[in-house]
């Protein structure tokens, strides 16, 4: 007997509350950083990613120019594009419409249960990944447009301290993946981490505030790998 | 909602759904070399360090910036709270009390 849609959904409910909580949150910010209630649903339909829609959100506060805002969440999502090509060979043979309705979903929750599911030697099927999928999605469609509604019911939200959310949220994601984030030493983080830190400072001064964060990531890759070389 | 929105969701959308479904077109080995790897992963620290720190400033044309001294108040329990809990919903409440005591009390 082969697992179902409804087995796939039924995965997805431990990683539920994840997508609500920060859902709910990814909408009161938004709507704390002046979008509306249609912006921040259809952000959560179109672009479907947690992280980039709080980085979205914050370089749109700042007025980035539309072509940084793109190439920015670009390499912010190359992540999806590592998780794509761990996921892919467990579904190469079947159809390619069942291959891209699961790429299309796939997040880093979905990519984790599924991934502990083939370690397990579970004989995971297009329908049962589609479920654990479109359960997550919808989960967090609905929590991003709680989210905003709650921000617009509050009538003064610096007051209560909401523009303070994205900050909190960028304080929790980084920390997060400092922790997470298994594959580089503490110290090749902390270099990284620190050459962000001074070329930002330094360029604040001389270029607009969205590109001083593009140039000083750059300078942060290149940090990290030239340390990994040296090391 | 603006133009200057419609494009960005739009755009945003477009690069974050290629990167996640073009794997599973190219399922047949493609590797991508070593080192471009190790650079990508690298993206998300990096950024969000850059969007962190950012924050924590004033920026004026021309001149270093200053300390946006309230965000840089409110970050230290917000950090604590995110050691403690690992838990986006709490580090979110957590630093959003924080700033709603500070402008209440302080500032």
């Given amino acids: 007997m082969s697992l179902t849609f409804k087995d796939g959904a039924r995965a997805c409910v431990p990683t539920l509350l994840g997508y609500i909580g920060i859902g ?3 909408g009161v910010v938004g709507k704390a950083s002046n979008l509306s209630v249609l912006e921040v649903t259809l952000m959560s339909i179109i672009i479907y990613a947690g992280a980039s829609q709080f980085i979205i959100t914050g370089l749109m506060m700042v007025a980035t120019p539309i072509t940084a805002v793109i190439f920015t969440v670009f390499l912010v999502n190359s992540r999806h594009f590592l998780m794509s090509m761990a996921t892919a060979p467990a579904f190469r043979r079947f159809s ?5 309705g699961i790429g299309s979903l796939l997040t880093d929750e979905s990519f984790a249960v599924a991934m502990n599911a083939i370690a397990n030697k579970a ?9 654990l999928n479109v359960t997550a999605y919808v989960a967090w469609i609905l929590s991003c447009l709680v989210g905003a509604l709650i921000g617009e019911w509050l009538p003064n939200p610096a007051q209560f301290g909401l523009d303070y959310a994205l900050v909190a949220m960028f304080i929790g994601l980084l920390y997060l993946q400092l922790i997470g984030d298994k594959t580089k030493s503490i110290r090749n983080r902390i270099i990284a981490m620190l050459t962000v830190t001074v070329m ?13 964060i593009l140039f000083s990531t750059f300078a942060g890759c290149f940090m990290g790998i030239i340390v990994e070389r040296k090391a | 909602m603006s133009t200057y929105s419609l494009l960005i969701i739009l755009g945003s959308g477009i690069v974050t759904w290629l990167p996640r479904i073009i794997p599973f077109l190219l399922v047949r080995k493609l590797q991508l070399p070593d080192v471009v790897i190790r650079f990508l992963s690298y993206v998300p620290i990096c950024i969000l360090t850059a969007l962190f720190v950012q924050n924590l400033f004033i920026v004026k044309q021309g001149e270093f ?3 946006n001294l309230e965000y840089c108040i409110a970050a230290v329990p917000t950090i604590i709270v995110a050691i403690l809990t690992r838990n ?12 709603a005591l500070i402008r209440y009390f302080i500032i």
């Fill in chain 1, 24 to 26: 709910i949150a990814a």
């Fill in chain 1, 96 to 100: 390619l419409i069942n291959n891209i």
């Fill in chain 1, 123 to 131: 004989p995971i099927t297009p329908p049962w990944m589609h479920g």
């Fill in chain 1, 200 to 212: 930002l400072i330094f360029l604040l001064r001389f270029v607009s505030s969205e590109m001083a």
């Fill in chain 2, 65 to 67: 910036p200053s300390f």
């Fill in chain 2, 88 to 99: 986006l919903m709490w580090i979110v409440i957590a630093g959003m009390s924080c700033m």
